[in-house]
């Protein structure tokens, strides 16, 4: 009987010895992962919200904007300008803008 007590005793040990470690690494890779990745997909949506901005202002003038400041001001875009730098180089009124967005380092 007392064999089957210490038996007991270590397997709910283990178990729960595994289970704190198994809860460590999940909260760890749930916190690590999305934080990696979403530098680049924060880029990317910028990137496109400006892009469909440009598009859009294009559609309804007939050129694209010269800048950003003008979809800012016209168009109700909203861009993260502290965490991001945003380069917008417009070619002509009718070539679709360079546009680029890369984090800032702080």
Known sequence: MYSDR???KWKSALLAVLAAVCVFFIAFFI???PASGNDSETAKAIQLAV???ALQC???EGAYPPNLAYLEENYGL???TTDY???Y???AQNQMPDVRVTKRIH
């Open 85 to 87: 730098y945003v380069t």
């Open 6 to 8: 210490q038996k007991k």
């Open 51 to 53: 892009q469909k901005s």
């Open 58 to 60: 294009y559609t309804v």
């Open 78 to 80: 909203r861009v993260n």
């Open 31 to 33: 916190y690590k992962s």
């Open 89 to 91: 180089q417009a070619f």
